[in-house]
């Protein structure tokens, strides 16, 4: 759920703001009535061991297609790209 509140809301609020981030809630932050900003939890995560990695690479018997690596390393980490 994203909701929007304002900069005064954030300052005065800001330890009911952050329980509803570890919620899942996402906010869109206004100034003047304009929106400025954005909050959002951060995406949980998971170690994998160097085993699961080299397990999850060598899978394809060394054949895989780029589209082939790139899906598993999605299914593995995440889609999210840095450079997006």
Do not use: H, Y
Not at 21 to 27: H, N, R, S, T
């Amino acid at each position: 759920m994203t909701r929007t509140i304002s900069q005064a809301e954030l300052r005065n609020g800001s330890a009911g703001v952050m329980d509803a981030l570890e919620a899942g809630d996402a906010f869109i932050i206004t100034r003047n009535g304009r929106p400025v900003g954005e909050l959002r939890p951060i995406r949980a995560t998971r170690e994998v061991s160097t085993a699961e990695v080299k397990r999850r690479f060598t899978r394809f018997g060394g054949t895989a297609t780029g589209a082939q690596e790139r899906a598993e390393i999605d299914a593995g980490f995440g889609a999210e790209r840095l450079d997006d």
